[in-house]
């Protein structure tokens, strides 16, 4: 992936929130296309509507992905692979600890892998989902992911309205 240039700019959000999404990486129509995380795809559609669903926008946040690069197997998208991962986790860290946000979304199974890579924890998804952990400088938050297939085989669209409304009243008690 060495060749592959990273996601990482002005179009991933603000610095100064108290909020960051951490996803899996990016998707090939989505920011690999356009260079802004969760848009131009129809992940990035779900993305936008559940953001406007719990009154966020983009100016208000910072978005970040476990992988830096879009991982690509003949031409399609594919899961990071835990080196990937490791080889970008200093990246993370460094920005976690440059935004010190007090909220950490990590939005599907591969961004809660990069954050308990950082944090020698072992959540899994199911088990933690919509759940507030406080893990020491901030309160982890984990989601599901926005794409289709996990709207119409995991999470539906309504479930995850939920969730993110869920997120704001953390992020509320986070800032009090």
């Not at 990482?8 to 610095?15: E, M, R, V, W």
């Not at 129509?29 to 406007?52: K, V, Y």
């Not at 901030?138 to 939920?162: A, D, E, G």
């Amino acid at each position: 992936m060495a060749d592959l240039s990273a996601i990482l700019s002005k179009q991933n959000g603000s610095i100064h929130t108290d909020l960051i999404f951490i996803a899996e990486a990016p998707g090939r129509f989505g920011a690999g296309r356009t260079g802004i995380p969760f848009h131009g795809d129809r992940s990035g559609d779900n993305f936008e509507l559940l953001l406007d669903h719990a009154g966020l926008s983009r100016k208000d946040i910072f978005i970040t992905n476990a992988v830096l690069c879009n991982p690509l197997k003949d031409g399609n998208n594919r899961r990071p692979t835990s080196k990937e991962i490791a080889n970008c986790s200093p990246f993370l860290q460094n920005l976690l600890d440059l935004v010190a946000p007090r909220v950490v979304s990590t939005v599907g199974g591969v961004g809660l892998d990069a954050v308990n890579r950082l944090l020698g924890t072992r959540y899994k998804l199911a088990d933690v989902i919509a759940k507030p952990l406080p893990v020491g400088e901030f309160i982890l938050f984990p989601l599901y992911h926005p794409s289709p297939r996990v709207i119409h085989t995991r999470r539906s669209l309504l479930q995850q309205k939920k969730d993110f409304k869920k997120l704001m009243r953390t992020l509320s008690s986070a800032k009090s």
